[in-house]
């Protein structure tokens, strides 16, 4: 649904930004509970915050991922 509404553009930021906030949470979570692996934490939220993250900021992120992958433009 994610691709559905912000285009499949967005899934590449989405799953990897998701990811990411989802461990830091996790070692997070791991840390304070001291259940080390066996803390369950839903993956759900994660998804929706990256992707409203990419809805404000898509304009920034498009031109840092084009800039980072092209490098700068050439005249």
């Known amino acids: 649904m994610i691709g559905a509404f ?3 553009q967005s899934l590449p930021f989405v799953v990897f930004g998701s990811s990411i906030l989802g461990a830091v949470v996790g070692i997070g979570a791991m840390v304070k509970q001291k259940k080390g692996g ?21 304009e920034l992120i498009d031109y ?12």
């Open 38 to 58: 066996k803390t369950m934490i839903p993956y759900g939220p994660f998804l929706s915050t990256a992707a409203l993250l990419y809805m404000f900021y898509r």
């Open 64 to 75: 840092y991922l084009i800039l980072y992958f092209l490098g700068p433009p050439q005249y």
């Open 6 to 8: 912000l285009g499949w």
